[in-house]
């Protein structure tokens, strides 16, 4: 069974840019969610989709967006970047709101 | 918001050694996870923990979760360096959203 697939995997954009991140879940998996981390902060949530609608969201300002398609594909998007968005951007995709996370291997994206 | 600590931030030890990790929280959990990171890739869960006291044991690795569930510990017996990695507590999870600890960055030294 293939595994959480992010794209691309490095980024590199300019201040004031828009990125728009892709996520596949897990074949069968319904939930997809977004994390950023960084050294700083570490993990932190961004955003839950399940069945392309969004469960819960985390503390982020309303330049970070997302949306799910019908076969459970996620893109999450960042408008107007800073150069404190530069972070690893994880994926995780699971069957059921109460199962077990499973990550993707991120894309970095680095804003210059 | 539901902050996760963990402690020591950084780990360097060698070989066969053992070790213990740490992840409290002032808040409960209904169940707290496990997660091991290595270098280019996403964090991988190890373990769940849900019962207050549990012990769960995967290979060398031990996991507890103390007995208020605000609190757990990860100990790894003899050491070896495929257990470099960034360990990461996380908690909350079921219909919400993790919180994830600010991490262990543990480095075995051949």
């Known amino acids: 069974k293939a595994g959480v697939t992010q794209t691309p995997r490095y980024l590199i954009k300019t201040r004031g840019q828009q990125v728009t991140l892709s996520c596949s879940p897990i074949?069968?998996?319904?939930?997809v969610s977004w994390y950023q981390q960084t050294p700083g902060q570490g993990l932190q949530f961004l955003f839950e989709?399940?069945?392309?609608?969004?469960?819960n969201k985390g503390n982020f300002p309303g330049r970070f967006s997302g949306r799910q398609f019908s076969n459970s594909r996620s893109e999450m998007n960042v408008s107007t970047l800073e150069l404190g968005d530069s972070a690893l951007y994880l994926c995780?995709?699971?069957?059921?709101?109460?199962?077990?996370?499973?990550f993707g291997n991120g894309t970095r994206l680095t804003v210059t | 918001t539901q902050l996760l600590e963990q402690s020591p931030q950084f780990l360097s030890i060698q070989e066969g050694e053992n070790l213990t990790v740490y992840c409290n929280s002032s808040?409960?959990?209904?169940?707290l996870q496990w997660y091991r990171q290595e270098p280019g890739e996403g964090p991988v869960l190890l373990v769940t923990?849900?019962?207050?006291?549990e012990v769960k044991k995967l290979k060398r690795l031990t996991f507890q979760f103390g007995d208020a569930r605000k609190d757990s510990s990860l100990h790894i017996t003899a050491a070896q360096p495929g257990d470099t990695g960034l360990y990461l507590c996380?908690?909350?999870?079921?219909?919400?959203?993790?919180?994830f600890g600010t991490g262990t960055r543990l480095t075995v030294i051949p």
């Open positions: 074949s069968g998996h319904r939930s």
């Open positions: 989709y399940f069945s392309e609608t969004q469960r």
């Open positions: 996380a908690g909350g999870g079921g219909a919400n959203n993790l919180f």
């Open positions: 808040s409960v959990f209904s169940s």
């Open positions: 995780a995709s699971r069957s059921l709101p109460d199962s077990p996370l499973h």
């Open positions: 923990v849900v019962t207050g006291g």
